[in-house]
Nanobody, 125 residues
Framework: QVQVVESGGGLVHAGGSLRLSCTAS????????MGWFRQAPGKEREAVSC????????YYADSVKGRFTISRDHSDNMVYLQMNNLKPEDTAMYYC??????????????????WGRGTQVTVSS
């Protein structure tokens, strides 16, 4: 059974940083595009950042460009989201997605094969 697990969320002040991690059991992530999505209360889920299995294609939401960086470590079967200069509007539940719909210039949760349960990020002002 495949389990996708996120970690690294927490409570930080505005301007602070967090690094989210994602790994999976019984699944090699290097064969898949990967993504980070978030959902705030009362809002729709949105794509934050996605990366192709080669790492050559990446997507960032306009709201996080220049502040967030997605990366992957094939040897450790991990995907990371480094989040710097956090803002209160970044507060949300963050989810790791295996095989999201990644295209040049867009990333969609449709067709995602597996989702993690999420890790909460709260940014205080």
């Amino acid at each position: 059974q495949v389990q996708v697990v996120e970690s690294g969320g927490g409570l930080v002040h505005a301007g602070g940083s967090l690094r989210l991690s994602c790994t999976a059991s019984n699944l090699k992530l290097d064969n898949y595009n990967m993504g980070w999505f978030r959902q705030a209360p009362g809002k729709e889920r949105e794509a934050v950042s996605c990366t192709s299995w080669t790492g050559k294609v990446t997507y960032y939401a306009d709201s996080v460009k220049g502040r967030f960086t997605i990366s992957r470590d094939h040897s450790d079967n991990m995907v990371y989201l480094q989040m710097n200069n956090l803002k209160p509007e970044d507060t949300a539940m963050y989810y790791c997605a295996v095989d999201p719909g990644l295209r040049i210039g867009s990333c969609s949760g449709s067709g995602t094969k597996w989702w993690g349960r999420g890790t909460q990020v709260t940014v205080s002002s």
